[in-house]
């Protein structure tokens, strides 16, 4: 027997209370937000706190943390405060330098102090290079130094007159004159103490010409022999007068750099270090001696000539409250490890360890470092230099030219830095299970992660927590007052958000955006506190700015330029329904889903599949149903039929299984011949015995189909059928509801795909006897009637065509 339609449509009809998940107004005791007692802390994310709170505590140093959620959720802001309640209590990491090497240049030297001391010995160093410009020239001209300077010069005088004074009087015993000129020494015969000239030498006897001969050559034996002596006492004479300007430096500068080792004798680094930089200092005396033709120093302590006595301060924590947190926003390679800078001069390119510059794990070292890991993906080498140093516990400054080979020039190699801290990487969770799958060193490094939630239950005590939630983040932002109806209305959009009525969103992001924009709307309207006008105001703009697309799509239907019916009836035809989202904007709207059946072996051929237009879900909807029909009609016998199944007037991918529903049914409609009411929309996956299972976007479907059928005019007859289990996602907009209280839209809910067939056609859908027959007058009925005589076909063309090819 038929099933009258009106209680067909009663019994699956939804109450216009089951369409809205409201917030109850009766359940909170304030008027306003001024009321509500701010929050210390977010809600819903305790496993997240837990989780960063166990890597925090565990002092491995592979424990880094990676944390998931989608961007929104307050991930950075969560992560910031959960970090500064450790890096507080934490002691203040130390100071970081870089100070020459006086032995191998181009191996910059490390040096560790507390935090503070840096800039100290900075100063303490410059003023001492300036103290020594002063003292050792004036040291230099002292009375002590020029005495024995003198003496040391006289010495060396007095010991070649005492040599010339010897070769005088053995050149006299030999009638030879020892004559010393601006160029040396000269040898010259002499008779009667009358030196001969060379007219008169050669007017002497051959015999005498002879003795004089062999006299100046043995005196010239001795003169060389000697002038020989003189690099000797020359080099002596250097010897000397350097021991006496080491002594003089060493004098003065230990006299200096006394007080500033004594300043800092409980640092065996940084007085090892005074003691090389005292050592080079004495080493290099005459850049401290150069005076002007007036006297005065021509270099100062800025100069060049003194920059490896510096100190160059990589990490000053010297205001640094615990340990620090850095948020590095760009992480390229330089920006986590550190760069060599170099400086142009004279088409040449110069560097020293003055120009090495700390990267973020240098600033964060002692404390947290937070990194995006996308943004670290993204830039060469910056993901392979993080694990490198994670790996090694120390950061090695290394340019990518020298590490790919593509410069060959000397540059610095500076010490690496020891480093402890702990690395946060904030990211989306399909990130973190691509690293876990195809990066080994991933799960080595980063053991903890802190998975944010998506949303909270929408229990009352939750609402209450959210609603304190909304407070803290409007007093935060300097907004104006909510009243209580407005963050009732507030906490009805996170639901909605949120895709399900018993929960609430956790995006704090797109909260905190819905609080700007309700203030702005009350400041237009001159209002001092915010209402839930005012929200309905912000979130009516907000589908204002974002929603011209949909408007020209539900113009483009109004016109018939796309085809959707709400009227009447139609064979093998139905209204399915489609999510679109593009951008920050969601929507629904109709699209036409039509088939068409007859005799044939049993395919079933998907349009969209065929044209590769379809998605892979969406073709597994499509077998689903194949394999409902078998088991449903062709048990005990074959499925004559041939039937097609397409997505009317659409261009674009198609993919997912929620218009499986509607598919069955139009495939349905054509097997049987039974039209189907086109003032309704149908939306649903089933699964291989029919039943209905819950799809997305079910409220933008449902208020797409409304907003259509509203602009045409309702008239009682429109609706849209949902999976039963799709109800506790309702949050419908208010026109939609009213006009269900008036009678003029439904919602139906349906368990079984049978059960909208029913709404669909105005038939039941009819259950077999004991033979499998159904009965008459149902939609199983009509199908298994029609498959009945499509097989009689097969089996009447199967024997013409064997009697024909017998004949």
């Known amino acids: 027997m038929n099933k009258p339609q009106d209680t067909i449509q009663d019994k699956r009809r939804l109450a216009p209370e089951e369409l809205y998940h409201a917030c109850s107004l009766a359940r909170f005791g304030f008027t306003s937000s001024a009321e509500l007692e701010p929050l210390s802390t977010t809600i819903g994310q305790d496993r997240a706190l837990q989780a960063i709170e166990f890597g925090v505590e565990m002092k491995h140093g592979s424990f880094n943390l990676y944390v998931m959620g989608s961007p929104g959720l307050g991930r950075h802001t969560l992560v910031r405060e959960a970090l500064q309640g450790h890096a507080d209590t934490a002691p203040t990491p130390s100071d970081w330098c870089y100070v020459g090497n006086f032995q191998r240049p181009h191996n910059p030297q490390v040096l560790k102090v507390p935090a503070g001391t840096a800039r100290q010995l900075r100063s303490d160093l410059r003023q001492l290079v300036e103290d020594l410009l002063v003292a050792i020239p004036a040291a230099f001209q002292g009375d002590e130094y020029q005495r024995r300077h003198r003496e040391i010069i006289e010495e060396f005088k007095a010991e070649e007159e005492t040599a010339a004074q010897e070769l005088g009087r053995a050149a006299a015993e030999r009638s030879i004159v020892l004559l010393r000129g601006p160029t040396g020494y000269t040898l010259s015969p002499q008779k009667d103490k009358k030196i001969l000239s060379p007219e008169d030498f050669d007017a002497l006897p051959e015999e005498e010409k002879e003795k004089f001969l062999a006299s100046l050559e043995e005196m010239k034996k001795k003169l060389k022999e000697t002038m020989s002596r003189v690099p000797e006492w020359q080099h002596r004479l250097q010897n000397r007068q350097r021991d006496l300007d080491r002594e003089t430096m060493k004098l003065t500068v230990t006299q200096f750099l006394a007080v500033i080792e004594k300043r800092y004798e409980e640092y065996a680094n940084v007085v090892a270090y005074l003691q090389q930089m005292e050592a080079d200092i004495i080493e290099n005396v005459e850049q401290f001696r150069r005076l002007d033709e007036s006297g005065e120093q021509i270099f100062s302590a800025d100069d060049e000539a003194f920059h490896r006595y510096r100190i160059n301060i990589l990490v000053d924590n010297a205001e640094t409250r615990g340990a620090p947190i850095v948020f590095e926003d760009n992480p390229t390679y330089q920006n986590l490890v550190g760069r060599i800078e170099h400086i142009a001069h004279m088409g040449t390119l110069l560097t020293d360890f003055t120009l090495i510059k700390a990267g973020a794990l240098h600033r964060a070292n002692g404390g947290f470092l937070v990194l995006d890991a996308e943004k670290l993906l993204v830039n060469p080498y910056a993901w392979d230099g993080l694990k490198r140093a994670l790996n090694a516990q120390e950061i090695r400054i290394e340019s990518l030219e020298r590490q ?310 309702l008239n009682g007859e429109h609706g849209v059928i949902i999976p039963r289990s799709n109800v506790r996602h309702l949050m419908l907009k208010k026109s939609l509801r009213d006009a269900a209280a008036e009678g003029k839209f439904h919602i139906y809910a349906v368990d079984h795909v049978e059960q909208a067939l029913e709404l669909l056609t105005g038939m039941p859908a009819g259950q077999p006897d004991a033979n499998g027959i159904y009965p008459e007058g149902t939609i199983n009925h009509l199908v298994q009637l029609r498959l009945a005589e499509w097989i009689a076909l097969h089996r009447h063309f199967a024997g013409v065509s064997r009697e024909g090819e017998e004949g």
């Open 404 to 713: 790919l080979s593509l410069v060959s020039t000397i540059s610095l190699e500076p010490q690496p830095i020891t480093i402890d801290l702990k690395v946060v990487l904030i990211g989306s969770r399909q990130l973190f299970y691509l690293l876990k799958e195809y990066d080994p060193e991933f799960a080595l490094l980063f053991k903890v992660v802190a998975d944010f939630s998506e949303e909270l239950p929408r229990k009352d005590e939750n609402e209450l927590l959210y609603a304190r939630l909304i407070a803290t983040l409007q007093h935060r932002e300097g907004l104006r007052e909510i009243e209580r109806d407005g963050i009732a209305r507030i906490i009805e959009r996170s639901a909605r958000l949120s895709d399900d009525g018993h929960k609430l969103s956790l995006h704090m992001g797109t909260l905190i955006d819905l609080l700007r924009e309700a203030d702005y709307q009350a400041a237009q309207g001159g209002e001092g506190k915010i209402s839930a006008d005012d929200v309905q105001a912000a979130l009516d703009a907000q589908t204002h700015r974002t929603g011209q697309i949909q408007e020209k799509l539900r113009e483009e239907v109004l016109e018939n330029v796309i085809r959707i019916d709400t009227s009447g009836s139609q064979l093998a035809q139905v209204n399915g329904l489609s999510y679109l989202e593009l951008g920050d904007h969601a929507f629904g709207a109709p699209t036409r889903i039509s088939a068409t059946a007859r005799l044939g072996g049993g395919e079933l051929i998907d349009i969209e599949r065929e044209s590769e237009q379809g998605g892979s879900i969406h073709s597994k909807g499509v077998l689903i149903l194949t394999s409902y029909l078998g088991e449903r009609y062709a048990k005990h016998q074959p499925l004559s039929l041939s039937a097609s199944l397409v997505f009317e007037q659409t261009y674009s991918h198609i993919d997912g299984d929620s218009a499986s529903a509607a598919e069955l049914c139009a495939l349905i409609s054509a097997i049987a011949d039974i039209p189907i009411r086109q003032s309704l929309a149908i939306t649903g996956s089933i699964n291989q015995h029919g039943q209905m299972q819950a799809i997305g976007g079910v409220c933008e479907k449902i208020e797409g189909f409304f907003d259509l059928c509203e602009h045409r005019g």
